[in-house]
Structures are given as C-alpha cells and as structure tokens.
C-alpha cells in the first residue's frame, strides 16, 4: 500500500513577544491538526507552544515586511489500512508556517510583505520548500 500525504492546518494567535524599535516579534498559541486520507491519527491535533514558531514584523521600512516559520512535533499512533493492520506508534512533524527563505539558519523561513486594507493588515502567500507545499493567510484581528 500506499501512505498518503499528510496535511497540516493551523488555527493560531500570533501574540506579541518583544519589540525593539520598528521591529517586532510574535510567538504562537493555538493549535496544529494533521490529516492523512484513509487513515486514522491519534492525537491529531497537538497545542502549540510558543517556541514552535516565531513571525517577526519589520514596521521600519516604506513597506511593512514579516518573515517567520512555524514547525512542530509530537508522538502519535497512525493507522492506515491501505499499508498494513493494526496501528503503529509514530511521530508527526507539522510545518505550519514557512517557505523558500533561509534565516538566522533556518532555511524554511516565509516572508514577505504586510497587506493593509480597510484598517486590517493580513500577512499571506504560499510557497514550495524541500517538496513541502505551505499556503499561510493570518489576519489581525484588531
């Protein structure tokens, strides 16, 4: 048999960390649900952290920019009747946030510019890394 591809969707608060003049830096809550069709995972939805994942806003330029990655990990039992009875204990890395940027040494960085319409900036865009295919859409909500 066959294992199918493993989705990853986050819901997620971006909540600030620090700020250092124009620049700030955001830490994740929320949670990461994994999905694999034709299979059953257990847990498939792990809370975040805030150390899995960081989205930095560069407010000191004409135009406001972001980049950030989000990654996380955690045991699961995976079962999946096209490979094999039974359930087999496992890990699950989700990647919820990143791209084809390297920074600081983390070579799945996203990045890009901050979209302001309406008084509401959203950060969003897509991109293809090591095979991974990420999309990412975050809105603030105030």
């Known amino acids: 048999g066959v294992l199918t591809p493993q989705t990853s ?5 971006w ?3 620090s700020r250092v003049g124009d620049v700030a830096t955001y830490r994740p809550t929320g949670t990461v649900t994994i999905t694999r069709t034709g ?3 257990s847990p498939a939805t792990h809370t975040l952290q ?3 994942g960081i989205l930095v806003v560069d407010y000191s330029g004409p135009v406001t920019t972001y980049r950030g990655y989000g990654f996380v990990n955690w045991a699961i039992s995976l079962s999946c009747p096209a490979i094999g009875p039974g359930s087999i204990p496992s890990g699950s890395a989700a990647l919820y946030l990143g791209g084809n940027a390297t920074y600081e040494g983390q070579a799945t960085y996203a990045g890009g510019t901050v979209f302001v319409s309406g008084g ?3 950060i969003s865009g897509s991109a293809t890394a090591n095979g991974v295919q990420f999309s990412w859409n975050f809105t603030r909500n105030r």
């Open 15 to 17: 909540g600030l960390q």
């Open 39 to 41: 299979c059953t995972i």
């Open 50 to 52: 805030p150390t899995d």
């Open 120 to 122: 509401l900036s959203s």
């Open 9 to 13: 969707t986050a819901t997620i608060t």
